[in-house]
């Protein structure tokens, strides 16, 4: 063996070694267990025709984001709703039959309670809205992932929205020192306090997407985890997993009625929500 292949391999085999041993240390401070999600495709299917002949209507917030995006495609072709309606800062182009039911509310955010009209009237909103503090500063950030949110779920509320799926964020805590963290637990909380028939949060962790806009600091960050999902699954996800149990969930019926699903819960889900 020549030295260079030499040295790559041990490289390599020092690499593995790491992930290895940062997956053992993560898988430490794991999650619960998740809810059980068995293998429920039948039972979603029979969901989702009696939901389809109840000829309810959605909204989504940011469904420009790489989880809105999903997250649309993933509700066309489930077929549950008779209208969608994306709720955002900006038009968006959409060709083809498949978007016959798909309609838009542009809105200035900055100025939402003109915009109660476009809130009225839906049954459930999902919320995949957000920025990073590296792109809008700290005040920025604290606007949309707490000011924008809050104030479009109130505006649902008294619009008549029954359920609300929020995309939040793994470690969300209105008591963390953290801003991102602390900021996702305040709007998680004040929105339980709105008290919808239905509220679901969606805690995900590192969402592994070829990102179309450019995060260079979050590329390294997925690529690591994308190597460390491999041995953990507690830390990070595919991003259709995300859209695929946000979905399947609007179809159950949970107990309670403010739920979490931590990101092992959201992959369980998605994995056993079929099509
Ligand atoms: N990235 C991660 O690894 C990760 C992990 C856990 C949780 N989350 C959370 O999951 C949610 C969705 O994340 P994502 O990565 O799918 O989102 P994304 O791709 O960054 O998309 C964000 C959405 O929010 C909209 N938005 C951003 N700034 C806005 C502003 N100032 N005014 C109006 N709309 C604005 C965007 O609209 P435009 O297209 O018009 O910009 C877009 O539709 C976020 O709340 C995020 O914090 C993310």
């Known amino acids: 063996m020549n030295p260079l292949s030499s040295t790559l391999g041990k490289a390599t085999g020092i690499l593995t070694l790491v992930v290895v041993v940062i997956a053992a240390v993560l898988n430490y401070f794991d999650d619960p267990d998740p809810i059980r999600y068995s293998s429920m495709t039948e039972d979603l299917k029979t969901l989702g025709e009696n939901f389809r002949q109840q000829n309810k209507s959605c909204f989504i917030l940011g469904a420009s984001g790489e989880t809105g995006k999903v997250l649309l495609q993933e509700l066309l072709e489930r077929n549950i709703f008779s209208k969608i309606t994306l709720i955002g800062r900006r038009q968006l182009t959409f060709e083809g039959k498949a978007y016959e039911n798909v309609a838009q ?87 339980e306090a709105l008290a919808f028939d239905r509220f679901a949060i969606y805690r995900p962790g590192v969402l592994l997407v070829d990102r179309q806009e450019s995060r260079p600091g979050e590329w390294l960050i997925r690529k690591f985890f994308s190597a460390v999902s491999a041995v953990s699954s507690s830390m990070s996800i595919q991003i259709q997993l995300v859209a695929k149990a946000m979905v399947a969930n609007t179809l159950l019926q949970p107990e309670q009625k403010t739920e979490i699903l931590e990101n092992k819960d959201i992959a369980s889900l998605g994995k056993n929500s079929g099509k």
């Open 105 to 191: 509310q542009v809105v200035d955010f900055e100025k939402l309670d003109d915009y109660a009209a476009s809130f009225q009237g839906h049954d459930v909103g999902y919320c995949c809205l957000g920025t990073t503090r590296a792109k809008a500063g700290a005040e920025g950030f604290i606007r949309v992932d707490h000011d924008y949110v809050l104030k479009s779920a109130e505006l649902a509320k008294a619009g008549g929205c029954k359920q609300f799926h929020l995309e939040s964020s793994r470690g969300a805590d209105k008591n963390s020192s953290f801003l991102y963290l602390k900021v996702k637990g305040q709007v998680e909380a004040e929105i």
